[in-house]
């Protein structure tokens, strides 16, 4: 899985690489990562997961809740599922 854009964010410990001044294109990078973080979730959660949490945002159920609640990759948290998610990318490159 090869995403150089999400790549260099990671590379850099930034989420979006231009926040020191260079122009980027910010959508592409937002966009880079969503699919990420789908695959990911996907690859270590499994369709009943990805259906359940789908269901929860659809009725106002926060990111934050649901990840305390359903604890996807063993995940804590936010912050916890994010790290995860990055060893995942970093691995996967």
Known sequence: MQHPM???GLDQKKMFPGRGGE???VTGIFYAETGTVV???RDRTGQKF???MLRRLQ?????EAI???L???GAANIGDLEKKWRAYV???S
């Open 90 to 92: 970093e691995a996967h």
């Open 59 to 63: 009725h106002g159920e926060t990111m």
């Open 39 to 41: 695959e990911y979730l």
């Open 50 to 52: 990805m259906q359940e």
């Open 6 to 8: 999400v790549n260099k």
């Open 23 to 25: 122009s980027i294109n």
């Open 71 to 73: 604890r996807p990759d």
């Open 67 to 69: 990840v305390g609640a």
